[in-house]
C-alpha cells in the first residue's frame, strides 16, 4: 500500500516499532541521543506536537511546517536541496539513530520496520483523544500505572515551565489550560473514537 506523503501545512501521526517487534532503545542514553537527533533533523520540518518513546516503538505528532529556512539546515538528505521531501528526511533520521545504535551494540541488519507509519490528522477534534493516546502508551503496555511517571514522553514538557521546542501552547490550548490538560490525562484514552488515527 502507497504511503501517505507528508505535506506542509498537515499534521500526522508518524509511528514505528523494531524489526520483528524487536527493542530500538536499550538503555536511558538511547532515548536521550534519538530526542538529540529528532531536534536535529526534524524541528527545522516539524512543530513537534507530542511524542513517546518506548522500548520497542515510538509515537509522533507532528505539523508539518509551510515554510523552511533551507540555506541554515544543518541535517538533511542531501548536500544542496533543492526541494525538501520531509518524509526523506524522517527516512533519513531514522537512518542515522539505527546506524548509530548499531554501530554501538555491535549489531547488523534492520534496526526499525521498513517504512514508518504515517497517518493524516484532517480534524481538530481528534486532537485531545490522540494526544492523550500517546502519552498514554507506557500506562497501555504496561512500563508505568501512571502517564505523569513514565519520563519518556512530552506529558511533563506540556506541565513544565522550562524552555522546550514542543509546541506547548498548542497542546495546552486544545484542552483549555494545564489543568484541564491533567484532568483528562487521569482517565483511559478513548481509542474507539481515533481508531483509523492509530492503527498499528
Known sequence: MEKV??????????FNRGNNGQDIFFENENYEFFLHRLDQYITPFCNIIAWVLLRNHFHLLVYIKETVAVDKLDYTATES???????????????????????????????F??????????????????I???HFNPVKHGFTEEVWNYPWSSYG????HS?????????????NGAEEFKLYHKQAPDDESILELIIE
Not at 520496520?113 to 490522540?130: A, G, I, M, P, S
Not at 514538557?157 to 513544565?160: A, E, L, M
Not at 524552555?163 to 484542552?175: C, E, G, Q
Open 157 to 160: 514538557s506540556v506541565i513544565s
Open 113 to 130: 520496520e521498513k517504512n514508518f507509519e504515517r497517518v493524516l490528522v484532517d480534524n481538530h477534534k481528534y486532537f485531545k483523544n490522540l
Open 81 to 111: 536541496p533543492k526541494q525538501i521531501e520531509v518524509h526523506l528526511q524522517f527516512g533519513h533520521f531514522f537512518n542515522s539513530y539505527a546506524k548509530s545504535i548499531n554501530k554501538r551494540y555491535h549489531r547488523t541488519g534492520s534496526l
Open 5 to 14: 506523503k507528508l505535506e506542509p501545512g498537515n499534521y500526522y501521526h508518524i
Open 132 to 134: 492523550h493516546y500517546i
Open 163 to 175: 524552555p522546550t521546542k514542543l509546541n506547548r501552547d498548542f497542546v495546552l490550548a486544545i484542552y
